[in-house]
């Protein structure tokens, strides 16, 4: 069945580092692929996704790009904030409708000073 | 409207017990999910309702859950004669049609004992 595999945490990170969150995935057909984003004590939010291969998503210096023949999806950013430090979720939906999502386990970043 | 707001943010309750959970999406949304997120899990789909119809229940929700949308707003999840392995996270979040552009509530953390 479809799935996300994600790599594991926690990651710890100086401020200004260089951030790469690994997420590969199984799906039949062409998914979407997303990432996720909690912050402490908030819900979900959608950082940034790419519905077809080849395309980048970016949002707020983070990048990620949907390569179909590795079928991954890494998470990007060239130089972390302390404000950064929060749980990603990489996630696929098995179309452009977002029915239904399938998460990975999530990845927790703390960014220190 | 500030978002998808969720109630009770906590709920304790003692095994065999029934529970209700709210979830009070963006009001122009016509769509609305349940997820469930166990701890350093990825939340896993529970039930997506578009307007007032349940359109899709995962295996996950065995016949002691039960949700409904009435009126094609808000929502409830209940979970009748609870156990401990229902403990968790419930998410709820909405969109206006697909395309991934949901909005997650703050979720119901449910403890049971």
């Known amino acids: 069945g479809d799935s996300v595999t994600q790599m594991e945490g926690p990651v710890t990170l100086s401020e200004e580092a260089f951030l790469t969150i690994n997420c590969t995935y199984t799906?039949?057909?062409?998914?979407?692929l997303f990432w996720y984003v909690q912050y402490p004590g908030e819900g979900l939010q959608l950082l940034l996704k790419?519905?077809?291969?080849?395309d980048k998503g970016s949002n707020k210096g983070f990048e990620a790009t949907y390569r179909k023949e590795t079928t991954s999806f890494h998470l990007e950013k060239g130089s972390v904030q302390v404000s950064d430090s929060a749980v990603y979720f990489c996630?696929?939906?098995?179309?452009?409708?977002?029915?239904?999502?399938?998460f990975g386990t999530g990845t927790s970043l703390t960014v220190i000073p | 409207d500030t978002g998808v707001s969720q109630n009770p943010r906590h709920k304790i309750t003692k095994r065999g017990q029934n529970v209700t959970f709210r979830c009070d999406p963006i009001?122009?949304?016509?769509?609305l999910y349940w997820y469930r997120q166990t701890l350093g899990q990825g939340p896993e789909f529970l039930t997506y309702?578009?307007?007032?119809?349940?359109?899709?229940k995962s295996r996950l929700l065995s016949d002691r859950f039960s949700a409904e949308r009435p009126k094609g707003s808000f929502s409830t999840l209940e979970i009748q004669r609870t156990e401990q392995g229902d403990s968790a996270m419930y998410l709820c979040?909405?969109?206006?049609?697909?395309?991934?552009?949901?909005?997650f509530g703050s979720g119901t953390r449910l403890t049971v004992v």
């Open positions: 979040a909405s969109s206006l049609g697909g395309s991934g552009g949901y909005t």
């Open positions: 799906a039949t057909g062409y998914p979407s």
């Open positions: 790419a519905t077809k291969a080849d």
């Open positions: 996630a696929l939906s098995r179309d452009d409708t977002g029915n239904q999502f399938y």
């Open positions: 009001s122009e949304h016509n769509r």
């Open positions: 309702f578009q307007n007032e119809a349940q359109l899709e």
